[in-house]
């Protein structure tokens, strides 16, 4: 009898096992898609916009309805995504990525309780994007310029997460700062004119990023031979 008993028992025992931990599973996979703003702002409705629309719940699957993502190659203002990630990163938050993104090493990259993904992202790329996110909320180079100005990814580099050989070309650039004429009649000395960087004796082919660098320190090409006075935005250090 104990020989037929004690099988039994390791059967049972084995299924009410495997179904706990399945159900811990469905139990943290069903409060991570219904993770609500209020588990840290436990009065929501100070912190949407002044004039903002009453909202009803409490979680990002009530803003992205009105909230799309979609902003690639456009040059109007991101206000949403960029108003979220620079009161959530450093230096205005303490956050990481995770709190509001759902991420599986490899697989997916989405925002918690969303279906999609914006990628296969491994821990290497995680760390990537963090260290960019970090320069693009808080340093004083030209990622951080335009990120006050409610510029985000997507407005530079199109969809997809950040890689370590992403750069923007000149076309993207003039979307929201062209047409180069233009820009060159805005950069011309009153003195000197032929000192204008956007007016280069080497062409209007030169790339914009010979300068104007995203998540670096911006340099003057020009001052690579010649002896200026010329200055240029996001040459600050990283705070």
């Avoid at 008993?5 to 025992?13: R, W």
């Avoid at 096992?17 to 898609?33: D, H, I, R, S």
């Avoid at 004039?51 to 009530?62: D, F, K, M, Q």
């Avoid at 799309?68 to 990630?85: I, L, P, V």
């Amino acid at each position: 009898m104990r020989r037929i008993l004690l099988p039994v028992f390791l059967i049972v025992s084995l299924f009410c096992l495997t179904y706990a931990l399945m159900g811990n599973f469905t139990v943290e996979a069903a409060k991570q898609a219904e993770a609500s703003c209020q588990s840290c702002h436990a009065d929501f409705a100070s912190v949407l916009p002044k004039g903002h629309s009453p909202v009803s719940g409490t979680s990002l699957a009530s803003c992205v309805p009105c909230h799309q993502s979609d902003f690639e190659g456009k040059s109007e203002k991101n206000a949403f995504s960029t108003r979220m990630h620079l009161a959530h990163l450093p230096p205005k938050g303490a956050q990481d990525c995770e709190a509001c993104h759902a991420w599986t090493a490899g697989k997916s990259f989405g925002l918690i309780g969303q279906k999609g993904s914006w990628g296969a992202p491994d821990k290497n790329d995680m760390d990537l994007m963090r260290t960019i996110f970090k320069s693009w909320a808080g340093s004083g180079y030209m990622d951080n310029l335009h990120a006050t100005q409610g510029i985000g990814c997507a407005q530079c580099h199109g969809k997809g997460l950040p890689k370590a050989d992403d750069t923007v070309e000149n076309s993207r650039c003039l979307v929201c700062h062209g047409p180069l004429d233009k820009l060159a009649q805005k950069t011309e000395p009153k003195e000197f004119k032929d000192r204008n960087p956007h007016k280069s004796h080497l062409g209007s082919d030169i790339a914009c990023t010979v300068c104007h660098k995203g998540h670096a320190e911006s340099k003057v090409y020009c001052l690579e031979c010649h002896k200026f006075d010329m200055k240029i935005k996001g040459a600050a250090q990283v705070k």
